[in-house]
Nanobody, 120 residues
Framework: QVQLVESGGGLVQAGGSLRLSCEVSGRLYRINVMEWYRQAPGQQRELVALITSGRTINYADSVKGRFTISLDNAKNTGYLQMNSLKPEDTAVYYC??????????????WGQGTQVTVSS
């Protein structure tokens, strides 16, 4: 079993920064792929960023140039650095290990989510 715990969310003014962390524990040798999603009230969950251990990185167009995804396998932790935040970035942010979708395991795993609120 694998557990993911996000942290680092909070309330910030527009233009500010936050760094989200996703700590992974359990039966996982290394983090080979991690995704960050977000879901705003009344909206569908959207993929924000993806990183693989092969250093493939993709971002949603809405966050390119502002958000940076990274991995630290020594700490079993992934990060999402969010700069120049906008009110439209307000959402619950989730990290995910899509092991089944990438044929790396038998299941996909999700964290519990962390709230990010950006005031104007």
């Amino acid at each position: 079993q694998v557990q993911l715990v996000e942290s680092g969310g909070g309330l910030v003014q527009a233009g500010g920064s936050l760094r989200l962390s996703c700590e992974v524990s359990g039966r996982l040798y290394r983090i080979n792929v991690m995704e960050w999603y977000r879901q705003a009230p009344g909206q569908q969950r959207e993929l924000v960023a993806l990183i693989t251990s092969g250093r493939t990185i993709n971002y949603a167009d809405s966050v390119k140039g502002r958000f940076t995804i990274s991995l630290d396998n020594a700490k079993n932790t992934g990060y999402l650095q969010m700069n120049s935040l906008k009110p439209e970035d307000t959402a619950v942010y989730y990290c995910s290990l899509p092991l089944a979708r990438y044929a790396l395991g038998s299941a996909d795993y999700w964290g519990q989510g962390t709230q990010v609120t950006v005031s104007s």
